[in-house]
T-cell receptor, first 113, second 115 residues
């Protein structure tokens, strides 16, 4: 039982390059989330998904796209990376009830130069 | 308006003492849940404790307890008998009911335990 895994753990991009972050969970959770964490800002929700084939915008969705083709996977894409997207990205998943906590992946540290 | 407010950017506590980390929240939804997470320097997010809006009693988990004051919209985390390993960032978060089930995080409090 791996929980929530994220690939890659670290990445350096040049401005304008694209990349995809992969999140996988093996807990059969309905909900999945992508957050970014910046110093002094806490975690901010980028996009989330309440089920396979569905996605929705969070608090800071601009510059990102997501897809959830399979229940266990949630992909975050950056089409044209910008220095402002330098951050630590966390994926999380949870059951579809109020009381269950989110389980987090280990994070991906992305630097855009 | 901020949904979750943590007014203490940083705090110090002596080892073996108790410490309270403040969290206030803002919601008009009658059904919501409050969470506390710990983030050590290694970076992972660790779930600590949960309090539901309809729970009659304050939540407790080992050395962690949540001082839930609904009328004041506060959900403070109390750590008893602090240990050096408690040094970390602590985040308060809220999940609101309804169709979205999104979770909003506060900006965190950095706790440092002094030997």
């Amino acid at each position: 039982n791996a929980g929530v895994t994220q690939t890659p753990k670290f990445r350096v991009l040049k401005t304008g390059q694209s990349m995809t972050l992969l999140c996988a969970q093996d807990m059969n959770h309905e909900y999945m989330y992508w957050y970014r964490q910046d110093p002094g800002m806490g975690l901010r929700l980028i996009h989330y998904s309440v089920g396979e084939g569905t996605t929705a915008k969070g608090e800071v969705p601009d510059g990102y796209n997501v897809s959830r083709l399979k229940k266990q996977n949630f992909l975050l894409g950056l089409e044209s990376a910008a220095p402002s997207q330098t951050s630590v990205y966390f994926c999380a998943s949870s059951y579809a009830t109020l009381t269950y906590e989110q389980y987090f992946g280990p994070g991906t540290r992305l630097t855009v130069t | 308006a901020q949904k979750i407010t943590q007014t203490q950017p940083g705090m110090f506590v002596q080892e073996k003492e108790a410490v309270t980390l403040d969290c206030t929240y803002d919601t008009s939804d009658p059904s919501y849940g409050l969470f506390w997470y710990k983030q050590p320097s290694s970076g992972e997010m660790i779930f600590l404790i949960y309090q539901g809006s309809y729970d009659q009693q304050n939540a407790t988990e080992g050395r962690y307890s949540l001082n839930f004051q609904k009328a004041r919209k506060s959900a403070n985390l109390v750590i008893s008998a602090s240990q050096l390993g408690d040094s970390a960032m602590y985040f308060c978060a809220m999940r609101e009911g309804g169709g979205y089930q999104k979770v909003t995080f506060g900006t965190g409090t950095k706790l440092q335990v002094i030997p």
